[in-house]
């Protein structure tokens, strides 16, 4: 399979996912998922080393089966892809993927470790912040807003130039609201307004302060 049919593969997969993934606070996830995976498949795809090739096909193969929508065995070989070849990216890969399908399934804290296991020891760096993403909307699934909070902050604080910031910042500013600190929540808003002015996010933070004040 090639880059061009890999990429093709996953956008189907995550089509088929989305529409479980409505709400305003999962829309960064699903960012996430979707162009972290093309992006990090372009890597792999252009590893030459045996065992990042080989870890390639496994995981390539786990896509496949998913869009067959044989789940079970698409499951079987994210593990085996873990567990054969846990230190390539493609493990890492697998690991996003695992803890993605875990959190469906309400099953946080095991999807929590591996994410902080990713979030410790995931190659290329470009995984990191997708396994921290991925923390914060473990949280919110739970309702469990300060946590929610922090992650949120340490992901500002470690990845200020992601292209996920803006989202983070809205959805931290939801979080403060929903924890009834609302002087929080109108700070991180005019925050978005002046750091990322003229975008779309800026305009829903102002309509927010305005439906706040």
Partial sequence: MNFVAYKKLIIEIISKVIFSLGNKVRIF????????????????????????KMSSNKLSEAYTSFARGDIRSGFTLIDETIARF?????????????????????????????LEETLNNGKPKTIKPLASSRIIYVYDSKKNYPKAIFASNEFIKKYPDHFLIKDIYLNLAEYYLLSGSKNDAVRVFNEIVVKFSNTQEAKKAQSRLNNIK
């Fill in 86 to 114: 846990p230190k390539t990216t493609a493990a890492y890969q697998a690991r996003l993927i695992k803890a993605d399908i875990l959190i469906e399934m309400q099953k946080h804290e095991e999807a929590l470790r591996i």
């Fill in 29 to 52: 996830t699903v960012t996430a998922l979707t162009i972290g995976l093309i992006f990090i498949g372009a890597f792999i795809y252009f590893k030459s080393n045996e065992s990042n």
